[in-house]
């Protein structure tokens, strides 16, 4: 009897929240003018040996203790997914003066309690002890399970809440290697997968991105006849060209590539959104001195597009002569001095309970980035993992990005060969003057879906906002589009 009572009352304990850890609870951000109505928690998960990996969790501020939780997870690699929640889908988006936050009435908080994760170690506020940060694709999968074991742990009232991984850009490859390694622990309810512009296989991603220039009118025709000559010699009049292959094999085609990537990568245009102007003008993104920050930038994150030939080893060459205390990897044509300066301020690390021990923030770590190791080429594999075990999963791309572009997901998603294909259809939103308008277009399959947000580059929720949370919602509540 008295064991039947004590059983009652630990789990009526955990799911009424008083187990949550009390250390990690934030109880005065910085820059907060108002009192939300919803518990935020920031501390550090346990990874394997002294790797410790910061999250910030916010609650749900519908139903928190029945909505799914959702795990998020920005790119690189190396990249911090505190940039996703203060420039994209968090509760509060940081002013221009890096002091003040404001809120954001498109949050991802208001249908699911959300973590963000800092990953791997050395990114952000996450830290090894021994300061070894070499590490790859499969190291980061079983840390952010080690993680995810840990977050259950102390929040055991939401070990039977839905969970679902999402992220963007090289969480393409973070996200299905997780899930892939989640889905073998009964211990965790994973339902579904969300991955927003991700790098979901290099070839395609890279071959597409040649199309995307072409069609988008940033090459001339004559180049794109002479480029297909290079590279598919006798098959020019072919629709079909295998670009990246042909660079293999061929010089002519690897200096046509290499025209592509400085185009795409280095010219001035925003990577990110073609439509969108460079933050800090047209210059050089590859590697500057910054005045205001006292560094050399870089963004260099060594995707196999970036740059090809000798190109990638003249600039590790002058990489390699900087002090690393005076290198930073930033993305470029954005302009995250807002962000450094809040979460640089010794009362934000304070209230988010960061020890002194640990690095300044920053949006990406050098470090990491360039002693990480990538081990897949495709997420073909996991997808179909995922797709035997029944998980949900939704692809969306911003349809102006060039780093992932729209175009290589939806070539992949296809290739996947998923049942019951649906013919392409444009999706709607309610606009803010209450307008029915075009979303973008989404193909849908059985429990899968492409889907593409119109006039939005690689960071969807900031750029589309509304169309992002109604993208969301679908996919959380399992709605058509």
Excluded at 192 to 203: C, R
């Amino acid at each position: 009897m008295l064991k039947g009572l004590l059983i009652f009352f630990l789990v009526s304990w955990a799911r009424d929240g008083l187990a949550a850890p009390k250390e990690d609870l934030i109880t005065d951000l910085p820059g907060l003018s108002w009192e939300p109505n919803f518990k935020q928690y920031s501390g550090y998960l346990q990874g394997a040996g002294t790797k410790k990996l910061h999250y910030w969790f916010v609650e749900s501020s519908s139903q928190p203790r029945t909505d799914p939780v959702v795990l998020w997870m920005n790119g690189g690699p190396g990249c911090s997914s505190l940039d996703g929640f203060l420039t994209e889908h968090g509760p509060f988006r940081v002013n221009d003066d890096g002091k003040n936050l404001e809120a954001n009435p498109y949050s991802w908080n208001l249908i699911t309690n959300m973590i963000y994760l800092e990953s791997p170690a050395g990114v952000g506020f996450s830290y090894s002890d021994d300061r070894n940060y070499t590490t790859d694709d499969d190291d980061v999968a079983r840390n952010n399970h080690l993680a995810l074991q840990d977050f259950f742990q102390k929040f055991p009232e939401y070990k039977e809440n839905e969970f679902y991984i999402t992220g963007e850009s090289y969480a393409g490859i973070y996200a299905p290697t997780l899930v892939s390694v989640v889905l073998d622990d009964p211990d965790i309810n994973l339902k579904g997968f969300a991955v927003g512009n991700g790098l979901s296989d290099n070839d395609m991603n890279d071959n597409s991105i040649v199309y995307f220039t072409y069609y988008h009118g940033l090459i001339e025709t004559r180049d794109w006849f002479r480029m297909r000559h290079a590279c598919c010699p006798g098959n020019e009049t072919e629709m079909w060209c295998d670009f990246i292959g042909g660079s293999r094999k061929y010089k002519d085609c690897a200096d046509e590539n290499d025209k592509i990537s400085n185009l795409v990568w280095s010219s001035g245009l925003n990577v990110y959104n073609l439509y969108s102007e460079c933050a800090g003008g047209v210059s050089n993104h590859n590697l500057y001195f910054s005045a205001e920050r006292g560094k050399f930038v870089t963004n260099n994150f060594g995707w196999p597009f970036m740059f090809l030939k000798n190109k990638v080893a003249d600039l590790r060459m002058k990489l390699s002569m900087i002090p690393a205390d005076k290198l930073l990897l930033t993305p470029a044509c954005t302009n995250d001095t807002a962000i450094v300066n809040y979460l640089g301020s010794p009362n934000t690390r304070k209230a988010l309970h960061i020890p002194d021990v640990v690095q300044p923030w920053e949006v990406c770590s050098y470090d990491v980035s360039t002693n990480y190791g990538k081990i897949y080429s495709t997420m073909a594999p996991q997808y179909q993992k995922a797709i035997d075990r029944k998980l949900r999963i939704l692809v969306y791309n911003g349809d102006i990005d060039m780093a992932c572009n729209f175009l290589g997901d939806e070539w992949f998603v296809d290739s996947l060969h998923v049942k019951n294909p649906q013919v392409r259809k444009p999706w709607f939103y309610k606009a803010a003057d209450g307008t029915k308008q075009i979303a973008g277009y989404v193909k849908n399959f059985d429990r899968v879906s492409f889907v593409t947000i119109r006039g939005a580059g690689h960071m969807v929720p900031t750029d589309q906002p509304i169309q992002a949370l109604k993208m969301y919602v679908n996919f959380i509540q399992d709605l058509p589009f």
